[in-house]
């Protein structure tokens, strides 16, 4: 009938209802002339076929099961697809069709783009570090930065539906405990963790095997003869353990002492003798130590280095943790130290400490005093911390606020008791507002892992 009416252009006639296309779409085209010579097509399909063209073949059951009918409304879903599509065929580029899309697909994740345009779920929350992780492992462990639709980010910034993400990486990079903070995926968690883990061991067993092999010279023995030996054998054995650097990890993280391992090497007429005095390096260690020499007594180490953290100074009478470093021996925390809570995320690092009785040792603390901006402030508080029998080191003070003062103060206390004597007598001028025993922040000048 259109052939008869308008005349057909000659190869233009296409049947897909003999030869539907692979996802079912039927119909007749037929491309005509109009009487001004502008050509135009024209499709011929049943109802069914039209519904299954606009809809997709999921419409083809609907048709069947009666459920698509006059004035019913269509599936919300369905419409959603439709203006997709409609929207997907206006943009050529994909890049940009996924990065202004900006949708949920689903409540709880998002979707971003990698530099080749591979389209990767995460869960809300994500950041370029777990974008890094699901990538590569190494490329996570070398991480240095990220970029985020051409714009380099923090690591922290939260990933958003349709953002293009790219990683930079450097050699010389590598995990830390903050990173866990920073993640939120169990893939990029546990492989964080393994990383730090695996430092870790290695630490401990380069410190346990220097533990070990010092004392073990200070009783003579060859450390190289006592590791090749038959009761290193037996030890090893009866500790379930298959290797000496196994040994020498758990020496390090403070799970067996090295007065223990001793009592299994070595003879009984060995032990006996008088160990040889520290060499001169130890010595040297200990002149340096902070105010003169090493105030803490590990337990079951007695000889194991302990130096007070920078980061908070801890004082005598103040409960004290201790951990295991990197080679150093044993960095002491207080308690109330903002460092202690990522330094100790894996127990195993944790080691007894207490205090040694020590006399005639001072510790430097440092003090922020809140006060009004009154005359002579500064000299009444130097004339109560001299009376209190301390010493100051270093005095900062300014009046960051109208009518405030607020002044550091780095003071020699002798104990805990010595301090909060200060600090009452502090408090107690007219004037001040708040006398605070200041901390660093986690991370600032504390000890490495």
């Known amino acids: 009938m259109v052939h008869q009416l308008w005349r057909p252009i000659p190869g233009r006639f296409k049947d897909y209802i003999a030869m539907p296309k692979p996802n079912l779409y039927q119909s007749l085209h037929t491309t005509l002339l109009g009487q001004h010579g502008q050509p135009f097509e024209v499709q011929i399909r049943t109802r069914e076929m039209d519904l299954v063209a606009e809809e997709g073949i999921a419409a083809h059951w609907r048709y069947k099961e009666g459920k698509l009918g006059t004035g019913q409304q269509t599936d919300p879903n369905i419409l959603w697809l439709r203006q997709l599509l409609d929207w997907q065929g206006e943009v050529t580029d994909?890049?940009?069709?996924?990065?202004?899309?900006?949708?949920?697909?689903?409540?709880?994740?998002?979707?971003?783009?990698?530099?080749?345009?591979?389209?990767l779920a995460f869960p809300r929350g994500a950041t370029p570090l777990d974008f890094a992780y699901r990538i590569h492992t190494d490329l996570g462990h070398r991480c240095s930065g990220a970029r985020i639709?051409?714009?380099?980010?923090?690591?922290?910034?939260?990933?958003?539906?349709?953002?293009?993400?790219e990683i930079v990486s450097s050699a010389s990079r590598h995990p830390s405990r903050d990173w866990l903070n920073l993640v939120v995926t169990s893939r990029a968690k546990s492989k964080i963790r393994q990383w730090l883990n695996t430092q870790q061991v290695q630490q401990a067993t380069e410190l346990g095997r220097r533990l070990l092999e010092k004392d073990l010279r200070r009783y003579k023995a060859s450390p190289k003869k006592v590791y090749e030996g038959p009761k290193m054998k037996a030890f090893l054995a009866s500790e379930g353990l298959p290797r000496p650097d196994d040994l020498f990890a758990r020496i390090g993280f403070g799970k067996l002492t090295v007065r223990q391992v001793l009592a299994a090497l070595l003879s009984e007429e060995q032990l006996a003798t008088e160990p040889a005095r520290p060499g001169p390096l130890r010595e040297a260690v200990g002149r340096i130590l902070p105010f003169g020499g090493g105030p803490i007594s590990v337990r079951g180490h007695g000889d194991l280095l302990a130096v007070l953290a920078k980061c908070?100074?801890?004082?005598?009478?103040?409960?004290?943790?201790?951990?295991?470093?990197?080679?150093?021996?044993?960095?002491?925390?207080?308690?109330?130290?903002?460092?202690v809570r990522n330094l100790l995320y894996n127990p195993e690092r944790e080691i007894e400490v207490e205090w040694a009785r020590q006399k005639d040792s001072?510790?430097?603390?440092?003090?922020?005093?809140?006060?009004?901006d009154r005359p002579g402030m500064l000299a009444r508080l130097t004339e109560v911390i001299a009376k209190a029998g301390s010493n100051i080191r270093e005095i900062e003070a300014d009046t960051a606020r109208p009518g405030r003062g607020r002044i550091e103060v780095l003071v020699e206390v002798r104990d805990r008791r010595h301090l909060e004597e200060i600090r009452r007598n502090l408090r107690g001028v007219p004037g001040v507002l708040g006398v605070d025993r200041r901390m660093a922040a986690p991370g600032a000048r504390g000890e490495g892992p």
């Open 94 to 119: 994909s890049r940009s069709f996924l990065s202004a899309l900006k949708i949920d697909l689903y409540p709880d994740e998002v979707y971003v783009l990698s530099p080749k345009g591979d389209v």
């Open 149 to 165: 639709n051409g714009r380099l980010v923090p690591l922290r910034t939260p990933l958003r539906n349709g953002d293009i993400v």
């Open 312 to 339: 908070c100074n801890p004082l005598p009478g103040e409960e004290i943790v201790g951990y295991v470093t990197r080679g150093r021996g044993v960095s002491v925390h207080s308690v109330d130290c903002p460092n």
């Open 362 to 372: 001072v510790y430097a603390v440092s003090l922020t005093i809140e006060t009004e």
